[in-house]
């Protein structure tokens, strides 16, 4: 009977354990870190316009192309049936105050029309509009699609100037088509370019 007594109170014992395991598997606790880094604002600057200078059509049943390279020493290419001439810029932008060694990612309209000085905001008219495809000159971010912009990477090197300010700077060059029916006169159109910590 005392030898039976000692199992029963062995086995007691046993069975509180196990349900003490058990309660103790059932709850646990994890650390969770929270954190936030603060980077410096940016600021981005253009300066001067993307001017692709003069021309002429030299045979309008063709029409042409001009490119401007995105450099800063730029070239300018006129198809056959074009006439170049006078002076011609690319814009330079320059990043900054941002935070060094971060990644940016500059935004820049596929496609921006050119409107003849006059021309109606709504004109649809092929001899008052020049399409313009702008590009820069650093890498293309081909991950990221969009239908109105093409986004280009780059990363903020130490700017020597500022205190522990990033800075970043590229050029914009770009290609106009014409079908040789605009007609003589200025074109133009302003359009945004924007940056953002990538």
């Keep these: 009977m005392n030898k039976t ?47 692709f200078g003069q021309l002429v059509i030299a045979d309008v049943a063709q029409g ?29 932008l320059v990043v900054s105050g941002g935070t060094a060694g971060k990644g940016v990612t500059v935004n820049v309209p596929k496609n921006v029309v050119l409107r003849l000085d006059g021309a109606l905001a709504t004109s649809t008219d092929a001899s008052e509009l020049i399409e313009l495809v702008p590009t820069l000159n650093i890498t293309q971010d081909t991950t990221v699609t969009s239908a109105t912009d093409n986004f280009y990477k780059t990363t903020l090197s130490a700017d020597t100037a500022a205190d522990g300010g990033g800075i970043a700077t590229f050029y914009m060059g770009g290609d106009i088509a014409l079908d040789g029916s605009e007609q003589a006169g200025n074109y133009a159109a302003d359009f945004n370019v924007s940056v953002e910590y990538s």
């Design 64 to 92: 042409g192309s001009v490119s401007l390279t995105a450099d800063a020493n730029p070239a300018r290419t006129c198809s056959a049936d074009l006439v170049c001439s006078g002076l011609f810029t690319v814009p330079e």
């Design 5 to 51: 007594f000692r199992m029963s109170a062995a086995g007691a014992v046993i069975a509180a354990a196990m349900g003490m395991s058990s309660m103790a598997a059932a709850q646990d606790t994890a650390t969770v870190t929270a954190k936030v880094e603060v980077l410096k604002p940016l600021t981005l600057v253009a300066t001067n316009d993307l001017d």
